[in-house]
């Protein structure tokens, strides 16, 4: 008779599941790192814009938003865009490559268990994404001399929000997407598109159509949440708390979605 107790039982259990997930999240870390292009492409990409816009116009002033200059706009609107593209892109062509080579069907039918493996996959996303916060915010402060946050909390609440809601906005266009072929292009048009309409390569004027228009998507209201968490415009509050609302519900919408039409099997099958 096992002399070992239910709560030495449930320990053991723990901890196990624990070790699956960290075992999974390098292995997530592994291919992603080793595709030395896509890592270049993923993290890069804000890093070289926020340089190359920072050193040709950093410096103009926008009066709209108190006088302040046009790299201190940049850094928290990259930030955003870190964010999002870990989550939205990068994971949604990872996904559709994964589900038309057949390797999410095989990983299904491992011994691995399905919630390991979501969980693994969105903490790999969670770390992408971070790291890209943390050099766009160096970056920002020792290259350009943007302050950092004045609310460090507001900063993480909007990035986790972001994280979350943006990493299922990911799984659900990918159930929309036909083959990995087309991954790539569909993600990325979408993407630069919502991009351009949320005004990240310029600030949008206040109460022009093209800013009325953004305020129903969610890319605007991560950006403007980023933007409050740096106190752009001056004096204004931290706390985005009607923006991170907008976007936790577009998350909670891709999640219903995703559940309705995600699949595990190639299509082309």
């Known amino acids: 008779m096992s002399s070992t107790t239910p709560d030495a039982r449930t320990h053991q259990h723990w901890l196990h599941d ?8 390098k292995y997530e870390q592994l291919a992603f790192w080793l595709n030395r292009v896509g890592a270049i492409f993923t993290v890069g990409f804000s890093v070289v814009f926020l340089v190359m816009l920072g050193l040709s116009a950093g410096n103009q002033l926008i009066p709209s938003l108190g006088n302040i200059r046009l790299v201190q706009y940049y850094v928290p609107g990259f930030i955003a865009y870190g ?15 994964r589900r038309e080579t057949g390797l999410l069907k095989r990983l299904r039918l491992s011994p691995l268990p399905t919630w390991v493996l979501i969980a693994s996959i969105f903490i790999s ?3 992408v994404a971070l790291v890209q916060v943390l050099l766009l915010l160096v970056i920002g402060r ?20 972001g994280i979350v ?41 206040p109460g022009s159509g093209l800013a009325k228009f953004s305020n129903y998507l969610p890319v605007r209201h991560l950006m ?9 415009p001056r004096g ?34």
């Open 83 to 97: 964010v999002m593209a870990a989550g939205f892109t990068t994971l949604a062509i990872t996904i559709v490559v």
């Open 142 to 161: 020792f290259g350009y001399h943007v302050a950092f946050p004045s609310s460090w909390a507001a900063l993480i609440l909007a990035v986790l929000v």
């Open 224 to 232: 403007t949440a980023m933007d409050r968490s740096f106190q752009i």
């Open 236 to 269: 204004v509050s931290p706390w985005a708390w009607h923006d991170l609302l907008v976007v936790a519900l577009w998350g909670v919408g891709a999640t219903l979605l995703s559940l309705r039409r995600f699949r595990w099997s190639p299509r082309r099958s």
């Open 18 to 25: 624990v070790r699956l997930v960290v075992h999974q999240v």
């Open 125 to 127: 996303t969670t770390i």
């Open 165 to 205: 809601s943006f990493s299922a906005m990911g799984v659900a266009i990918s159930s929309v997407v036909p083959n990995q072929e087309t991954a790539g292009p569909v993600t990325s048009i979408v993407f630069f598109v919502l991009l351009f309409l949320a005004g990240l390569w310029f600030p949008l004027p």
